[in-house]
Every structure is written in structure tokens, then in C-alpha cells.
């Protein structure tokens, strides 16, 4: 399996513009989580999916945040509007009923200008 | 209110000594605790998980210990090498199962000197 897919890797957009990142999960995990991970704050979570449905939203800092699982391969995080502060990077991790252990994508570094 | 702590600094130690790194923990029962390695640019890499009845865990150099009367996580390297040079952070789950997402602490930025 290739692991978990992230993109774009990096993202570099204007304040205001709508970002979209990607995730692709390891084959089979059932478990989708999206973090977020600044030097000031660590790496937070900011929401996960189970079965495809949204179990917990509680860390999405704001409305401009929304997330998606269409299906069990695919996943997206869009910020509309963006806003300097959520210059950050992204992670998408992964897990599975038969493990306890959470499988990180390498990232998506997002810059708002 | 929740809180996880982990050396803030930089650790700086000499190649071949034993690395210790700790992470503690308020105002939380931890089902487990897990360890996770992350280099720069990449995500993070899991190492080690350790259950709440559990006293140590082992793997090769590794060590984890888990005292949930002191809510101290003491993680070591042995026989230390430049490329354990990384940054390590400690994560708790409360669910048992990773299946409510992990609270990492910020990290512990390791450096072994050759």
C-alpha cells in the first residue's frame, strides 16, 4: 500500500481564495482524521470521519472549515474564506478496526498571503 | 483544564549515551499512551504504545515506561545515534482504541551529537 495520500503538498494562496486539500486513505482503515500542526500550538485535531460519516467537528476552529468523505478513498478539508492565521500544515492520518496506532500522510504546508 | 507536556528545548545528547524524554500529563485518563517519531517535512511515524496497565514496553533500542499515579510517560533511547536525531512527540488516546483521535503534546526536538 502506498500509505496515506496527501495533496497538494504545498499550497501558497491570497487571503480570501477557497483552499481544498485531499486525502486518500490506506485501503481498508475505516478511521479519517484531519490535524492541523503550527509551531505555536502542536498538532490539534481537527475533525474525524468513521465509516465514511463525521463523528466529531469539535476542533474545527470556525465555519470557514468544512470536511468531507464522499467515500471510503477520498476525503477534503476546505477553507472559505482563508485567512493568514490558518497558514499551517495538514495532516491527514488514518486507522482501522484491527490496529490502535494512527498512519500519518506526509502533509499538505498551506501559506495564506 | 487538559494539558500535555513535553521538554520544550531542545535535548542535546552525545552518540552511544541513553536519550530520555518525558511527557506529562493533567487532567486525563489515558486508556493508552503512544509515541510517535516525526522528521522534518514529514508526518508523524508511530514507535511505541503503551497501555494504561502496562508498566514498560520494549522495542530494540526503545523503552516506554507509563506510570498513571505520577501521569509521567518516560520514553529512552538506547546506544543513542545521529540518525535518532528528530523530534518525538507522546499522544493520548482516551477512547482505547485510536478511535476518537490523539492529544500530542508539542514535541521534544532531540539531537544526538556525533
Known amino acids: 500500500d502506498a500509505g496515506v495520500i496527501q495533496s497538494p503538498r504545498h499550497e501558497v494562496t491570497e487571503m480570501g481564495q477557497e483552499v481544498t486539500l485531499r486525502c486518500k486513505p490506506i485501503?481498508?482503515?475505516?478511521?479519517l482524521f484531519w490535524y492541523r500542526q503550527t509551531m505555536m500550538r502542536g498538532l490539534e485535531l481537527l475533525i474525524y470521519?468513521?465509516?465514511?460519516?463525521?463523528?466529531?467537528d469539535s476542533g474545527m476552529p470556525e465555519d470557514r472549515f468544512s470536511a468531507k468523505m464522499p467515500n471510503a478513498s477520498f476525503s477534503t478539508l476546505k477553507i472559505q474564506p482563508s485567512e493568514p492565521r490558518d497558514s499551517a500544515v495538514y495532516f491527514c492520518?488514518?486507522?482501522?478496526?484491527?490496529?490502535?496506532?494512527?498512519?500519518f500522510g506526509p502533509g499538505t504546508r498551506l501559506t495564506v498571503l | 483544564s487538559q494539558k500535555i507536556e513535553q521538554n520544550s528545548e531542545a535535548l542535546n545528547i552525545q552518540e552511544g549515551k541513553t536519550a530520555t524524554l518525558t511527557c506529562n500529563y493533567t487532567?486525563?485518563?489515558?486508556?493508552?499512551l503512544q509515541w510517535y517519531r516525526q522528521d522534518p517535512g514529514r508526518g508523524p511515524v508511530f514507535l511505541l504504545l503503551?497501555?494504561?496497565?502496562?508498566k514498560e514496553k520494549r522495542k530494540e533500542r526503545l523503552k516506554v515506561t507509563f506510570d498513571t499515579t505520577l501521569k509521567q510517560s518516560l520514553f529512552h533511547i538506547t546506544a543513542s545515534q545521529p540518525a535518532d536525531s528528530a523530534t518525538y512527540l507522546c499522544?493520548?488516546?482516551?477512547?482505547?482504541?485510536?478511535?476518537?483521535?490523539?492529544?500530542f503534546g508539542k514535541g521534544t526536538h532531540l539531537i544526538i551529537q556525533p
Open positions: 492520518a488514518t486507522t482501522g478496526q484491527s490496529t490502535d496506532t494512527q498512519y
Open positions: 485501503s481498508g482503515h475505516d478511521y
Open positions: 470521519f468513521n465509516n465514511n460519516v463525521p463523528i466529531d
Open positions: 487532567n486525563y485518563s489515558p486508556a493508552y
Open positions: 503503551i497501555r494504561e496497565n502496562e
Open positions: 499522544a493520548l488516546d482516551t477512547s482505547g482504541g485510536g478511535a476518537d483521535g490523539l492529544t
